[in-house]
């Protein structure tokens, strides 16, 4: 499996971006994951989605992000709204292994897709 994100760039404070992740193999029974990391920082989880369509954010994101998936186009979608600069970070999108929603081990990454907030 390949993972391709997508819709980053840059915005103002306030603005809105909606990322993308394409699979090239079926998501449908695969929990998915959106991480940000800033060069200064460790990689960190920002929201993630399982199989049955569970979601969970961290606590920066609640109200302001929205994780999403679509099995049929085999894509997972984040839509950030009320960007604030602190959200600058190159965002990246992740499939956990089968079963599990653990992304610490044998996780799937794509090549991240930069998003700057100013």
């Known amino acids: 499996v390949q993972l391709v994100e997508s819709g980053g760039g840059s915005v103002q404070a306030g603005g809105s971006l909606r990322l993308s992740c394409f699979s090239s193999g079926p998501i449908d029974r695969t929990c998915m994951g959106w991480f940000r990391q800033d060069p200064a920082k460790e990689r960190e989880e920002v929201a993630w989605?399982?199989?049955?369509?569970?979601?969970t954010y961290r606590d920066s994101a609640k109200g302001r992000f929205t994780i999403s998936r679509d099995n049929a186009k085999n894509t997972v979608y984040l839509q950030m709204d009320s960007l604030k600069p602190e959200d600058t970070a190159m965002y990246y999108c992740?499939?956990?292994?089968?079963?599990?929603?653990?992304?610490?081990?044998?996780?799937?990454w794509g090549q991240g897709t930069q998003v700057t907030v100013s």
């Open positions: 992740g499939a956990a292994p089968l079963g599990t929603c653990y992304f610490r081990q044998g996780a799937v």
């Open positions: 989605i399982d199989s049955f369509g569970y979601t």
